[in-house]
């Protein structure tokens, strides 16, 4: 059981935008720490897509974007394309267990 | 050009001591607020935070795991190393550093699958 909630999957035909959850609590998300968020392709290393809950680093499509509020984060993906099948990871700090914490992970079929 | 690598065994016996290496370049870790980390991943299952050292050697673990882990830097020779006590087949995973500035993991290796069986 993560301490981040994210949907197990969610699907979206090319050119569609899609939207990925992150819900946490008082303790991480809510007390103000940063939501950052990871693609992971099939056997590959997890690649920084969001950090800081909305910045994108140098390289990363504008297709891509990041938000939050209140206990919640969200990844927005826009335009979707083929090679943006992969799983994703949210990521903050938790206080009360003074530890990095990781959602579940979403995998995004393009359908 | 930020690079890290991680090196160990492929393979260890239950209750041993997992010893697994973060060689890395392209930045230093006695500058201030930086920071490496390990994440595993067991297969098809998620990520997993295990533990972080920062310049000032100030160290973090995953309560969880707290007992079984240490974390130690090497600065000359840009290395990190991680040990993980009583090995269980359930720790068999892929063990991932990363490169940690500002709160994400900005660089990753390519992570060293490690195997626990008898």
């Known amino acids: 059981q993560s301490v981040l909630t994210q949907p197990p999957s969610v699907s979206g035909a090319p050119g569609q935008r899609v939207t990925i959850s992150c819900t946490g609590s008082?303790?991480?998300?809510?007390?103000?720490?940063?939501v950052h968020w990871y693609q992971q392709s099939p056997g590959k290393a997890p690649k920084v897509l969001i950090y800081?809950?909305?910045n994108r680093p140098s390289g990363v499509p504008e297709r891509f974007s990041g938000s939050k509020s209140g206990t919640s984060a969200s990844l927005a993906i826009t335009g979707l394309q083929a090679q943006d099948e992969a799983e994703y990871y949210c990521h903050s700090y938790d206080s009360s267990l003074g530890a990095s914490v990781f959602g579940g992970g979403t995998k995004l079929p393009v359908l | 050009q930020v690079t890290l690598r991680e090196s160990g065994p492929a393979l260890v016996k239950p209750t041993q001591t997992l010893t697994l290496t973060c060689t890395f370049s392209?930045?230093?870790?006695?500058?201030?607020?930086?920071?490496v980390t390990w994440v595993r991943q067991p297969p098809g299952k998620a990520l997993e935070w295990l533990a972080h050292?920062?310049?000032?050697?100030?160290?973090s673990y995953n309560p969880s795991l707290k007992s079984r882990l240490t974390i130690s830097k090497d600065t000359s020779n840009s290395q990190v190393v991680l040990s993980m006590t009583s090995m269980d087949p359930v720790d068999t995973a892929t063990y991932y550093c990363?490169?940690?500035?500002?709160?994400?993991?900005?660089?990753w290796g390519q992570g060293t699958l490690v195997t626990v069986s008898s």
């Open positions: 990363a490169r940690t500035v500002t709160g994400d993991f900005d660089y």
């Open positions: 008082s303790s991480n998300i809510g007390a103000g720490f940063d």
């Open positions: 392209g930045f230093s870790l006695s500058r201030t607020d930086t920071g």
């Open positions: 050292i920062f310049s000032n050697d100030e160290k």
């Open positions: 800081g809950n909305s």
